[in-house]
């Protein structure tokens, strides 16, 4: 198993644009979800998933979309880049919520924004 | 909401010595405690966790502590290696009201510096 991937690693944007981060997972988990790492934040809930079909808002959904059409598969999309997005996205998987079951990250991806 | 508070945010040890990281939760409803290491430029990975019907778990030099009353549960490294030196983060979840249970709350992390 490859576990949850990631991509892309690294990326540059220009304030204003557009770009959308993907994220995949091979373990049949239900539950999914995007954070975001700032220094001395901590991890920040951003979208979540509970399955296929199904989206919801964390903490800190401004400026972000997901869509979960398939179970393997949840995008991050930035509408409209801004300074503030300037940061490390990690996104997570798990079998599923309220079931004792720990959250897998991928390797991120390190945005900036100028 | 939960609100997960943790305590030290930087710690220093010597090698060989014990490393305590505390974590403060605020839901009662949440059951279930795990603890991730953060290397630097890696991704946070699972180290331990802890179910709430249970006080304490041990993993070779690592233990994780609960106290349900209290609402804290600890992370205890002992004989701590330089190789330890990292971030660690405590996060709660639970069961929820719904049929979907409760996201994940992190705590804002602890790094630990271990000196040879």
């Known amino acids: 198993n490859a576990g949850v991937t990631q991509t892309p690693k690294f990326q540059v944007l220009k304030t204003g644009q557009s770009m959308t981060l993907q994220c995949a997972q091979d373990m049949n988990h239900e539950y999914m979800s995007w954070y975001r790492q700032d220094p001395g934040m901590g991890l920040r809930l951003i979208h979540y998933s509970v399955g296929a079909g199904i989206t919801d808002q964390g903490e800190v959904p401004n400026g972000y979309n997901v869509s979960r059409s398939t179970t393997e598969d949840f995008p991050l999309r930035l509408l409209s880049a801004a300074p503030s997005q300037t940061s490390v996205y990690f996104c997570a998987s798990s079998y599923r919520l309220g079931v004792f079951s720990p959250l897998h990250f991928g390797n991120g991806t390190r945005l900036t924004v100028t | 909401g939960e609100n997960v508070e943790q305590h030290p945010s930087t710690l220093s040890v010597q090698e060989g010595d014990s490393a305590v990281i505390k974590c403060t939760y605020s839901d009662s409803a949440s059951n279930y405690f795990p603890w991730y290491k953060q290397e630097l430029g890696k991704r946070p990975q699972l180290i331990i966790d802890?179910?709430?019907?249970?006080g304490e778990k041990k993993d070779q030099r690592i233990a994780v502590t609960l106290n349900k009353t209290a609402k804290h549960f600890s992370l205890h490294i002992t004989e701590t290696q330089p190789e330890d030196s990292a971030v660690y983060f405590c996060?709660?979840?639970?069961?929820?009201?719904?049929?979907?249970?409760?996201?994940?709350?992190f705590g804002p992390g602890t790094r630990l510096s271990v000196l040879p």
């Open positions: 996060a709660a979840s639970g069961t929820g009201e719904d049929n979907y249970g409760q996201n994940f709350v």
């Open positions: 802890i179910r709430s019907n249970v």
